[in-house]
């Protein structure tokens, strides 16, 4: 049973450019929630969306920023116009369920620079 | 709102030897879950171990295992034995019943000496 599969691990945009990060589940978890990590700091909750539908948006900034989890293929976080201060390491995480208790399975992240 | 407090940025410790991390959070719930999870220089995150607020034993796994004090909010994670492959970031993290997102502390890093 492969792992939470985020891609690309480096992802290098331009100022203004669009940064479409990608992740796919482990098999048979509906459940997928995104963080972003600042160097030398913990994991902030940005997004939690189950298929279809978004559930918490609370941790995401209210513009540029937005994310979708289709019937079908991967969630995407897409961020728009990125400036300097997107650059951060993102994190997605699924789970089979939506109970408090359940931990989280990592992906190993996307690096996004922002030049 | 839960915040998660890690005190201690960088720790050090000789192999074989034991080390502790220490982790407070602040919670008005009752009803809650407490994690520490490894992060290595891969950038994976990890999970070491898992504590049910209701249940008073402290959680185990191996050389791991924590102590959970719910009045003090404290949440401290033993390493006994350490080896060079414990050297991570390590992230303590706080998760409630009834919310969606898991909150992470600032993390401790820690570096395990030959």
């Known amino acids: 049973n492969a792992g939470v599969m985020q891609n690309p691990r480096h992802l290098v945009r331009r100022r203004g450019q669009e940064a479409r990060l990608r992740c796919s589940p482990m098999?048979?978890?509906?459940?997928v929630y995104w963080y972003r990590q600042l160097p030398e700091e913990g994991l902030k909750f940005m997004v939690y969306?189950?298929?279809?539908?978004?559930?918490?948006e609370s941790g995401m900034p209210k513009e540029r920023f937005s994310a979708e989890f289709p019937k079908e293929g991967p969630s995407i976080l897409r961020i728009q116009q990125v400036v300097r201060g997107d650059s951060a390491a993102y994190f997605c995480?699924?789970?089979?369920?939506?109970?408090?208790?359940?931990?989280?399975?990592f992906g190993s992240g996307t690096q996004l620079s922002v030049l | 709102a839960q915040t998660v407090t890690q005190s201690q940025p960088e720790m050090s410790v000789q192999e074989a030897e034991t080390v502790t991390l220490s982790c407070t959070y602040d919670?008005?719930?009752?009803?809650?879950?407490l994690f520490w999870y490894k992060q290595p220089p891969s950038r994976q995150m990890i999970l070491v171990i898992r504590?049910?607020?209701?249940?008073?034993q402290n959680a185990t796994e191996n050389r791991f295992s924590v102590n959970f004090q719910k009045a003090a909010k404290s949440f401290s994670l033993k390493i006994s034995d350490s080896q060079l492959g414990d050297a991570a970031m390590y992230f303590c993290?706080?998760?409630?019943?009834?919310?969606?997102?898991?909150?992470f502390g600032a993390g401790t890093r820690l570096t395990v000496k030959p």
């Open positions: 995480a699924s789970s089979p369920t939506d109970r408090g208790g359940e931990k989280l399975f």
């Open positions: 098999k048979g978890h509906s459940h």
């Open positions: 969306l189950q298929k279809e539908n978004i559930i918490d």
């Open positions: 919670t008005s719930e009752s009803d809650y879950y």
């Open positions: 504590q049910e607020a209701y249940k008073q």
């Open positions: 993290a706080y998760r409630s019943r009834s919310n969606n997102d898991m909150r």
